[in-house]
């Protein structure tokens, strides 16, 4: 075809772009908006998400509004009080002393994740820090390591117990006895994984160029670690739960006037064969407790895994 014969509206004249080379035709990424897509992908999470936080808010709010006290017994003598079972009055039910279950559980259930939650933030916080001084220098490695073999080797909870008499009853010192030693599973934990990502080739490499040892911590290693952290803290947390509720089962630990789930069901095992409604609750709500948060803290743990993202 001639080049007259073309019309010439059809055509016009494109400005060359020298950067239209450089644009990177891909998604943008955030990090925490895919941890939480993936999280959130699972029904079943979204379940659990949904039970936890319903134990976690009664747990902090009710105690607020219904006033509980341990040792209140105005209704010791009202013997309508006493001992009725579950119903739209009483949802869980009363004692001997004419109290409602209700506000006990949740009041003891209070106590029972503030003290979970305390002891794990502090164990995981210093866990870290010193697990990553732990991992990087060898100077420091040899001493830690020695004191690591010998408190390892005794049952944490016969340290808890120990500690515990020796300091008394209070919220304050169960807490310094639980923790006093449980970081050290965190910090060695923590330990290891920055002695295998420290020398790892673009660490060394930042090394040559001569990047500090901490920024290298901060900025190439920890980001890698997020859901390493993640996962002990959703071990732990269950964990020291069930440490203070066995304590106040055995009467060790808290002060007396402080309602815990473990004291309740430990006061009200002799009731198992003839109100049993007062040994089962709180012994279902101690589980949902620990599972709901366990499984929680698992599932944003995978979720945090980058290797997920992919």
């Known amino acids: 075809m ?8 059809k055509f016009q004249f494109v400005k060359v772009d020298y950067l239209a080379s450089e644009h990177i035709d891909a998604p943008v990424y955030s ?4 941890v939480f897509q993936k999280f959130f992908s699972s029904k079943i999470a979204l379940v659990i998400v ?3 936080m319903i134990v976690v808010l009664m747990s902090f709010f009710q105690p607020i509004f219904s006033g509980y006290n341990l040792l209140d017994v105005t209704n010791i003598n009202n013997f309508k009080a006493r001992y009725n079972p ?28 503030l003290i979970g939650i305390l002891s794990m933030f502090v164990c995981e916080s210093l866990g870290v820090i010193i697990g990553a001084i732990w991992g990087s220098s060898k100077r420091i490695d040899r001493f830690i390591l020695e004191v690591y ?30 923790t006093c030693t449980s970081w050290f599973k965190t910090a060695y934990l923590i330990r290891v994984q920055v002695m295998i990502m420290r020398d790892r080739e673009y660490n060394l490499a930042s090394r040559t160029l001569g990047v500090k040892m ?14 390493v952290i993640m996962t002990d803290a959703a071990k732990q947390l269950p964990e020291f739960i069930s440490y203070e509720v066995f304590l106040s089962f055995l009467g060790i630990g808290l002060s007396i006037d402080t309602p815990s789930l473990g004291r309740i069901i430990n006061q009200y095992s002799l009731n198992i064969n003839n109100y049993p409604y007062l040994f089962w609750i709180p012994v279902t709500v101690l589980a949902l407790v620990t599972v709901s948060l366990y499984l929680v803290g698992q599932r944003l743990a995978d979720a945090a895994d980058p290797k997920t993202h992919l």
């Open 50 to 52: 949904i039970i936890m």
């Open 149 to 178: 073999n010998v408190i390892s080797n005794i049952p944490q909870l016969l340290i808890v117990i120990v500690l515990s008499y020796a300091f008394g009853s209070g919220f304050w010192n169960l807490l310094f006895a639980m």
């Open 2 to 9: 001639d080049k007259k014969e073309i019309p010439a509206e």
């Open 31 to 34: 990090y925490w908006k895919s």
């Open 86 to 113: 579950p119903s739209a009055k009483y949802w869980f039910g009363t004692d001997a002393d004419g109290k409602s279950l209700f506000d006990a559980v949740w009041a003891g259930a209070r106590t029972s994740i």
């Open 214 to 227: 901490w920024r290298l911590i901060l900025k190439n290693i920890f980001p890698y670690l997020i859901s």
